[in-house]
């Protein structure tokens, strides 16, 4: 079931995509008139319940009388707009970002990230194997979650998530600058340390796989993290009765990871540390008490 | 908002620093030491504290000014002032090159060695310290140095600045630098000698037809009766006079275009920002000139201040804005003083503040320094630092006329744009726009750097060729070739030096007026030494928010190494990936900085034959 939000009427503006005349909503983006024209825009950084960040800019297209390329997830429709998504020049920068990103971080869990890497014909390693790489080390400083930040593309879904757009914590944001531009703690202190409230909100919205739970993390290095076997059953949380969804994610009859569905219009797709990580209950079986 | 700040405490020297600039906490919630019994009962702070978070880069200046670097008591005692989180003022920190968070000496020396520096001999006085006083970075006997972009000193290159912090932080230029002065300046910064005055700079002083320049070195910079004494505030007087709309006609009409490099009509953006419905309006004057090569600014702030404040006094009452916002980027220790002195004197004179010359019209101007980053200079990066964020361009739109600074309507103008203003009123916008071409109006100031014997600014009317200006400059006898508009500018040949110095004339010529940025450059220089020193300046100065930008000026950087020593044929293969990377940053960038990263790299390959 999807809630469907009451909002005023909003008027409908006239363009044209790659030629054809199409007509959106007033206030809606070029991705939201490309998705509902049937294109298949590549995004990275855009996320359905945060405000768009427009930082990875692969979804970039060509905006008819525009200098440069505008990226589709925050770019609003206007009226008499002529876009061209699959011009030479939007594929070229789809191409080199994609190199850029796949040359200084590891994609590996980047869910569609090797089919656009085919599509769009990038080859990141043709900046060489001295090419400078994000390089960083897992930190493992909790039981719950591990941050992966060679992973990160630093997209800020994370930061917004954790900050006013969801969480209202502020645990996180982003330090340095430039190349050494990183998502940090307070003084780059452990979690542990920091205002982090283990929420995991933030891992709900990494589109890389950067963040992910312990178990996840665990079972990948332990080679038996197997996505094809697992099966996803969405519930409600038994734990208050705000009535959050949960979307628990089984293998082998384990629970190994909790979502929550961003089209609830409760929670969208928030959840707490308890509805996150708090599921070892359930699988308390006999076998495995002392 | 549900903040968490640590155990750390700050020192009472910390401490004493933010009090200075916040005044004393209200209550425990707000840092103090004791917690009352009323504490215990009310929240306080919170969002009324949260609304001065603009404050955070001045707090972080304060810290930074008296204890030489920032430590987690200091920040985390900041922060709870401002009711910012700690991660969040962690990450504005550690965004700016003139903050450390990591313990050092009291006393840090910036030696530039940017473009104009490098072409007179920076390397040898890096050389020099590297041998005398120890690696750059490394502290040694209350010290530290390190290199640093563009110093905008480049009339007396190289250049260094020292800066020791302290109850009274005192900072000291030393240019032309030895490492000998450099070492002397770093051990007592408060004995080092005096500057040369502004125009110094100014080879042209005296002569006819100067505009922008006329009053430097002819006005005391702390006069404000003697800034009167020449002129002064008469365009303003003629501006009350004129009503808001009729200075914006009389700009519109003398066609004066931004001379901060984008060249956008000046009138056209001063109406669009009166006509917003939405108040308060903004004016933010943009004095971070940190284009390598550029000090056009530095020089008529220093030498001809009060004609800055009037003229931000001007665009603020055309475009109904009642404060403006002085950003000056922070490695201009005395552009700072006469700033402050001139703008503290007009206020206390009624020339500022809420009934300015007695008109009804309330206006005042706060400075804020910048701390070392390039990309604050970008129109939408410097409402960020402002407003106590990174300094990271927004996307746009929407516009800053429209949402600028704190979200509301936004004027933002370069300093050599707002003095122009002054003439057109004056004078009127018909005899201003007699000057120049048909559309590039006035004079232009142009920073003449590197290889030539008379390095400083000059004002040229519109139209005068490059070579006219070498001739001023005293070109060298081997020209290899001149670096137009800065690191995003572009190079020109010594047989294309009749290009008209117009907006549209260096379009044309295939290069760019940018920010006024001439670098000349004879045949001693290595051409792929200075493209390497242009790409790891970009590689220093993207913020990293886009992808683009941040990996594609490593590998940008990286390929220049490669062919550091290479031509032809080996070449060929990176320099086919420079125009893949380089054509993606150019399209795909969020801001200007990526957008032009390119620029002189591509175009000493196209027209100088670098690496051929």
Known sequence: MTAIPLRPPRRLVDLTLDGEPVRAPEGSTLLDACRAAGKDIPTLCQGDTLTPKNACRVCVVEVEGARTLAPACSRRVEQGMEVRTDTERARHSRKVVLELLASSTDLATTPRAAEWIEKYGAEPDRFGADAARVAEEPKVDNDLYVRDYDKCILCYKCVDACGEQWQNTFAIAVAGRGFDARISTEHDAPLTDSACVYCGNCIEVCPTGALSFKTEFDMRAAGTWDEAAQTETTTVCAYCGVGCNLTLHVQDNEIVKVTSPHDNPVTHGNLCIKGRFGYQHVQNHAQNRD | ?612
């Open chain 2, 1 to 612: 908002m549900d903040l968490r700040f640590g155990d750390s405490k700050p020192t009472d020297e910390e401490r004493a620093a933010v009090d200075a600039l916040l005044g004393p906490p209200e209550s425990a919630w707000e840092g103090a030491d004791d917690r009352t019994d009323t504490d215990l009962r009310w929240a306080r702070g919170g969002r009324e504290a949260r609304e001065r978070r603009d404050l955070l880069l001045p707090g972080l200046h304060a810290l930074n000014d008296r204890v030489g670097w920032i430590s987690e008591g200091g920040l985390d005692y900041l922060c709870r002032r401002l009711t910012v989180p700690p991660a969040e003022g962690y990450g504005v920190a550690t965004f700016y090159a003139m903050f450390a968070v990591k313990p050092r000496p009291a006393t840090v020396v910036h030696v530039c060695t940017d473009l104009a520096c490098a072409a007179r001999g920076s390397a040898q006085v890096c050389a020099e310290l590297e041998r005398d006083v120890g690696p750059a970075g490394s502290a040694g006997s209350g010290a530290v140095w390190q290199p640093s972009p563009c110093l905008g000193l480049c009339e007396r290159a190289p250049a260094a600045l020292a800066i020791r912090a302290g109850e009274a932080p005192r900072a000291a230029v030393v240019a032309p630098a030895t490492a000998e002065a450099v070492a002397d300046a770093a051990s007592a910064p408060h004995e080092a000698a005096a500057e040369p005055p502004a125009v110094a700079a100014v080879h042209q002083a005296g002569a006819d037809g100067l505009v922008l320049l006329r009053r430097v070195g002819v006005v005391d910079p702390g006069s404000l009766d003697d800034y009167r004494a020449h002129g002064g505030y008469a365009a303003l007087r003629r501006a009350f006079a004129l009503g808001p709309a009729g200075v914006i006609r009389e700009v519109t009409e003398s066609g004066l275009v931004g001379r901060g490099g984008a060249a956008f009509p000046t009138g056209r953006k001063w109406s669009a920002t009166a006509q917003q419905p939405d108040q308060p309006h903004y004016l933010v004057c943009n004095a971070d000139e940190s284009e390598p090569g550029t000090f056009k600014d530095r020089v008529l702030m220093e030498g001809d201040p009060y004609a800055l404040v009037e003229a931000m006094t001007v665009a603020g009452y055309a475009t109904g804005a009642h404060r403006g916002y002085l950003y000056l980027r922070g490695e201009y220790p005395r552009a700072l003083r006469r700033l402050r002195t001139a703008i503290d004197r007009a206020r206390a004179r009624g020339f500022l503040g809420e009934d300015v010359m007695g008109q009804g019209f309330a206006f005042d101007i706060e400075i804020r320094r910048g701390a070392g980053a390039y990309i604050c200079g970008e129109e939408t990066a410097i409402f960020n630092s402002i407003e106590g964020r990174r300094g990271e361009p927004r996307s746009k739109p929407p516009f800053p006329v429209e949402k600028g600074l704190f979200g509301k309507p936004t004027a933002v103008n370069n300093v050599e744009t707002l003095v122009n203003v002054l003439p057109i009123l004056i004078e009127g916008a018909q005899a201003y726009a007699r000057t120049g071409t048909g559309t590039s109006t006035g004079t232009k100031l142009f920073c003449v750097s590197g290889t030539v014997a008379r390095p400083g600014v000059y004002e040229l009317p519109f139209g005068a060729t490059l070579r006219e200006l070498l001739e001023l400059a005293g070109p060298p006898e081997t020209l290899r070739a001149v670096l137009l508009g800065g690191a995003a500018g572009g190079f020109v040949r010594p047989d294309e030096l009749d290009v008209p110095l117009t907006f549209e004339g260096t379009r044309a010529a295939g290069t760019t007026l940018g920010s006024g940025v001439v670098l000349v450059l004879d045949e001693g220089v290595e051409l792929p030494r200075i493209l390497l020193r242009i790409a790891e300046f970009f590689r220093d100065e993207s913020c990293g928010q886009c992808v683009p930008c941040r990996v594609g000026t490593v590998r940008q950087e990286e390929a220049l190494h490669r062919l550091k020593d290479r031509t032809g044929a080996a070449a060929a293969g990176d320099i086919a990936l420079l125009r893949e990377v380089g054509q993606a940053m150019r399209d795909a960038s969020i801001c200007g900085l990526g957008q032009t990263a390119w620029n002189a790299v591509e175009s000493a390959i196209d027209r100088l034959g670098a690496f051929k």
